[in-house]
Nanobody
Framework: QVQLVESGGGLVQAGGSLRLSCAVS????????MGWYRQAPGKKRELVAR???????NYADSVKGRFTISRDNAKNTVYLQMNSLKPEDTAVYYC?????????WGQGTQVTVSS
């Protein structure tokens, strides 16, 4: 069974930084694509960043140059380093992966950026 557990969210002032972690069990981050999504109140869930099995990364235009997705294969964990945070980054952030044609999601971690 695949499980994803996010952590690292919190309250931060605009311009600050946070690092989110996604600990994965039942799937290997080194061979499966991993992604971070976010959902703000009243808005659709949107892709923030993605890392392929080959290590290729993609970012939403709104976070390019500020966020970095990475993975630690030994810890089977994916990270999202978020710098220069803005109030509009406030959302619940979710980690996701796919395995055998099924999508798996974590429970989410709240990020709140105050102005």
């Amino acid at each position: 069974q695949v499980q994803l557990v996010e952590s690292g969210g919190g309250l931060v002032q605009a311009g600050g930084s946070l690092r989110l972690s996604c600990a994965v069990s039942g799937s290997r981050v080194s061979i499966n694509a991993m992604g971070w999504y976010r959902q703000a109140p009243g808005k659709k869930r949107e892709l923030v960043a993605r890392i392929s099995s080959g290590g290729v990364t993609n970012y939403a235009d709104s976070v390019k140059g500020r966020f970095t997705i990475s993975r630690d294969n030994a810890k089977n964990t994916v990270y999202l380093q978020m710098n220069s945070l803005k109030p509009e980054d406030t959302a619940v952030y979710y980690c996701t992966t796919s395995r055998v044609g099924r999508d798996y999601w974590g429970q989410g971690t709240q990020v709140t950026v105050s102005s």
